[in-house]
């Protein structure tokens, strides 16, 4: 078969390749003089968005939610988010509030903590809230005498597997254990600049098995308290 | 349960799909939620049972995402680039189950026929419609009805000379006829009558 200067031809058998009537062997040999004919790939391109915009015509329908969710777990498009991410595309706002309201729930709570010339020198200071906002932890550091001081104020009680472990959440990265809280109302952990550096805006407190997370990337259970690290000077 | 209107913009569509190429999942997003009533629709028409529309749908979106680096190469407009992956992977479907789809015994799909007979006919739908269905809209419109209804019987469906024929209970010879004069005067309406 030569379509060379049949244009009429060429037209046709595109129109009806497009269509879907172009059949079998007529079908594979118009798709090898495709092959080596640009002009032709082009009229059957032309046709293409001719014919094709019959698609088009039928009425739309909405599909399931469930056929997006399919789609991007399939693609990956969303690995499971961890657990610690939570504060991560959050709204600026976010940030602005928890800043203003931890600081001044930060500064009432200091008058109850800072009493006495031996009680240690406080330098930053956090107070971990829970989800309704009320505060749960009050967490505290020394510099000088590199020590991390923890008080809990209102926990949740804990099954006996359970534990809580204290992180640092820097702006960018991979939040930074501080240690797993033993039982007691306050606790004593070693402060390290590593894990305690300028880079850390929050803190946060996760649930955790015995021993702490096994996940060397972060948190593996749900983070219960978290509040802003702020700086008292 | 009317899905929302949301207009077709071929440059927005095609920035989408260079961001797909490009891997980047919001604007595969965008185009998703932008096209995806339309792609569903088509597939449900095509093989009539929501679950396996479901399927081809999400077949089609994975190609789409895995192919939108060869989109340029295929000269399409991008609605019609997406739209034919949805036919091709739906007529897929229905060969791979060994289905025969029941299509209304010839009796074509009435809103879908009215939209070729008459693009005013819904004019909110029109307005959803790309710059070449719109064309495509009018120049069904003047058809004579029984080409019309072969042209959309076998885009629909997949059907060859001799299954149209049968469907409607035509001899082939007829139906060719009808497919031949009805696509001339498609072309020649489309291109302003630049060619017989």
């Known amino acids: 078969m030569n379509l060379r200067g049949k244009e009429a031809l060429r037209e046709r058998l595109a129109a009806e390749y497009v269509l879907g009537t172009l059949r079998s062997r007529a079908r594979r040999r118009f798709e090898g003089l495709m092959h080596g004919d640009a002009a032709l790939r082009r009229t059957v391109a032309e046709w293409r968005d001719r014919i094709g915009a019959m698609a088009e ?16 777990t399939r693609l990956r498009l969303r690995g499971p988010a961890p657990a610690w991410r939570f504060w991560r595309g959050g709204a600026l706002a976010w940030w602005r509030t928890l800043g203003v309201v931890s600081s001044m729930v ?51 009680p804990l099954a006996a597997d359970r534990v809580l472990q204290l992180w640092a959440v820097p702006r960018d990265g991979k939040p930074r254990s501080l240690g797993v809280l033993g039982a007691g109302r306050e606790l004593s952990l070693p402060l390290t600049a590593q894990a305690i550096g300028a880079d850390v805006a929050l803190l946060a407190v996760s649930l955790e098995p015995q021993g702490g997370s096994p996940d060397p990337n972060g948190p593996s259970g749900p983070i219960l308290y978290k509040g802003a690290w702020v700086s008292v000077m | 349960m009317a899905p929302p209107s949301i207009p077709v913009n071929t440059l927005d569509l095609n920035k989408w799909i260079l961001g797909a190429a490009q891997k980047d999942a ?39 995402w895995d192919h939108a680096g060869g989109y340029q190469d295929s000269l399409s407009a991008p609605m019609t680039w997406m739209t034919t992956i949805v036919r091709n992977k739906s007529f897929d479907l229905l060969r791979r189950a060994g289905d025969e789809v029941d299509i209304d015994d010839g009796k074509f799909d009435e809103r879908v026929l009215a939209s070729m007979r008459d693009p005013q006919a819904n004019p909110a739908d029109a307005l959803e419609l790309s710059s070449e269905a719109k064309a495509l809209a009018a120049c069904m419109a003047v058809l004579e009805e029984k080409h019309r209804d072969v042209i959309g019987l076998a885009f ?37 009558g630049r060619t017989a």
Do not use: M
């Open chain 1, 106 to 156: 930060a500064a009432l709570l200091l008058v109850t903590v800072l009493q006495g010339p031996g009680a240690p020198a406080v330098d930053d200071v956090a107070t971990l809230t829970n989800a309704q906002a009320r505060t749960a932890l009050l967490v505290t550091a020394d510099r000088d005498r590199k020590l991390l001081t923890v008080r809990l104020v209102e926990t949740e």
């Open chain 2, 26 to 64: 919001r604007a595969f997003r965008q185009l998703y939620d932008a096209c995806s009533p339309r792609l569903f629709g088509l597939a449900l028409r095509i093989v009539r049972r929501p679950a396996l529309a479901e399927e081809v749908l999400q077949e089609s979106f994975i190609a789409i």
């Open chain 2, 156 to 192: 629909f469906h997949d059907l060859s000379h001799g299954d149209v024929a049968r469907r409607l209970a035509l001899p082939v010879g007829t139906v060719k006829t009808w497919i031949r004069r009805g696509l001339a005067r498609l072309h020649s309406c489309l291109t302003g």
């Open chain 1, 57 to 72: 015509f039928v009425p739309p329908a909405t599909p399931p939610l469930r056929v997006w969710r399919a789609i991007e």
